[in-house]
Each structure stands twice: as structure tokens, then as C-alpha cells.
């Protein structure tokens, strides 16, 4: 049986993280494919240190300057393909995904959008749920192949309540809405499993805390980050977690991140 172990990181500017010293030590963890998010680096500014190291295969979707979009993936397995869009959709140009064909499975790792914008800018909930439908026709068209399939990243939504904190007394906002949490109920309903949930029903855990208010010290965070991995992966995943948890800095190497945390998915194929 070959073992792999994937990251998901939003690492909320990954020049910022290169300067803090919070990459490199991400680096520092075992790990076989590692995805980011919310790098906001064009690829003509990824860090050196990013780009000359010979032990990855590193690919990065366009992003514009300014933008707050991009996606990574720093792999010590050569995938056989890789697109950074959907082909041919309006989400094309955003720099939100990268698609890589491996051997046994397609992965994709996104940057999905925060919808919480005001109905004249881009970024609105209606462009989100537009977003996760076009995923939904896309990860259709995969299944029906009959290929294997792991969703990774930012989905920017608390599917259920216990993926964050004070639920019941947290007003309506974006990430909660019923009609967010239905794209992942869609998700599920096409075979995927949410890994971390597979395998911890129960554990409350979290993968995103505010910069303010202490919030991170208190625990006072939202899991928004998720490995997402179709039906016919699902009794190959052996662990999946969050790589920081408060109060637990014996349980594993504690991984602060950004505002948010890296999750990993191990599996046995």
C-alpha cells in the first residue's frame, strides 16, 4: 500500500508568510502534495526560495496584481496534467483553481469566494453560488469518468453547526447561509466525505480564527478549510486533521498559519 499525505493551507499572502518565517516551517512537516491558497502573488513574485526548490513540482494559477485570489500546489509527485480553470466559464480569469491529474485521482484545489460583497462588486453571494455550481457540473462530468476525486481548500462555509463556535447565538451571515451549506449537502449527495468528519464525527475542531480580539488564543474559529474526497477514496482515508488546535501543543507540531491553520489528509492506496 503506497501512503500519501496531503496540505491545504490559506495562507493569506504567501509572501507575507515566506517573510515571517511561517512557510518554511509548514516546509519542515512530511508531506507529498502541499495546496495553497490565497497566495495574492502573481507568479513572477513567487518567492525564490518557493520557486528554485528542485524537491516540488510547483505550479500557480494566474493571478492579477491586487487581487486577492491564487492558488498553489508544491508536489513531490509529477501530475500528468494540470489546468487552472473550469474551460470555457466566466470563473476562468479569477485564479481561484488548479486541477491536477495524478495517477490515481484528479485533485483540485480552490480558493472558493468570500460572497459577502455588496451587489455592485464582484465578489456577492450570487457569484459564489454560481461558483459552486459550475463546480458541482464540472466534478459531475470527473465522476462520470469514473475518476477519483479530492476537492481541497478555502470553501469560505461552516457546513454544519458544529464547525463553529457560539452557532446558536451567531446571527444569519455569509458562510452560514442555508443556501451555502446546501452546495456542500450537494457534494455529499454525489458520494463525497468530508474527511476530517469521516474520521471525527464528533471533535470540534477549527480551522480559521479572526485576526482580532484574541480570537485565536480563545478559540473563537470557524472551520471553513476541508478535504472533500469522492466515494471511491473514502475507505483509503486513514487520518485527516488541522495542524493547530489551542491548548493541545503536545498532540502534534503546532502550525499557527495565518488566520488560518493547514488540515491534512493522509490516505493508504
Known amino acids: 500500500m503506497e501512503k500519501l499525505k496531503l496540505i491545504s493551507w490559506n495562507v493569506d499572502g504567501l ?13 519542515q512537516v512530511d508531506f507529498d502534495i502541499l495546496c495553497l491558497q490565497e497566495t495574492k502573488t502573481p507568479e513572477l513574485d513567487i518567492p525564490q526560495e518557493i520557486r528554485s526548490d528542485k524537491k516540488y513540482y510547483s505550479h500557480f494559477s494566474e493571478v492579477q496584481k491586487g ?4 492558488v498553489g500546489i508544491l508536489s513531490k509527485i509529477e ?19 488548479l486541477i491536477a491529474e495524478y495517477d490515481r485521482f484528479t485533485l483540485l484545489n480552490i480558493y472558493f469566494p468570500l460572497g459577502a460583497g455588496k451587489p455592485d462588486t464582484p465578489d456577492t453571494l450570487s457569484h459564489k453560488l454560481e461558483f459552486y455550481d459550475t463546480l458541482l457540473g464540472f466534478v459531475k462530468e470527473l465522476l462520470s469518468q469514473k475518476k477519483n476525486v479530492i476537492i481541497c481548500g478555502d470553501f469560505n462555509i461552516a457546513h454544519k453547526d458544529k ?4 452557532a446558536k447565538t451567531t446571527p444569519l451571515i455569509v458562510g452560514i447561509y442555508p443556501e451555502e451549506r ?3 449537502n450537494e457534494l455529499e449527495r454525489l458520494g463525497f466525505v468530508d474527511a476530517f468528519r469521516y474520521k471525527h464525527p464528533n471533535l470540534v475542531r477549527y480551522s480559521r480564527w479572526p485576526y482580532q480580539n484574541n480570537s485565536r488564543e480563545l478559540n473563537l474559529g470557524w472551520r471553513l478549510d476541508y478535504f472533500f ?4 477514496l473514502k475507505d483509503s482515508i486513514t487520518e485527516s486533521e488541522m495542524l493547530y488546535h489551542p491548548g493541545e501543543s503536545d498532540s502534534h507540531p503546532q502550525i499557527a498559519g495565518s488566520d488560518h491553520c493547514p488540515i491534512t489528509l ?4
Open 67 to 70: 487581487s486577492f485570489a491564487g
Open 15 to 27: 509572501r507575507a508568510r515566506c517573510k515571517a518565517g511561517q512557510f518554511i516551517k509548514l516546509l
Open 79 to 97: 501530475c500528468r496534467q494540470i489546468s487552472d480553470n473550469f474551460g470555457g466559464t466566466k470563473f476562468d480569469k479569477e485564479g481561484r483553481i
Open 182 to 184: 446546501e452546495k456542500l
Open 229 to 232: 474526497v469522492s466515494a471511491g
Open 266 to 269: 493522509e490516505l493508504s492506496m
Open 163 to 166: 464547525d463553529l463556535v457560539n
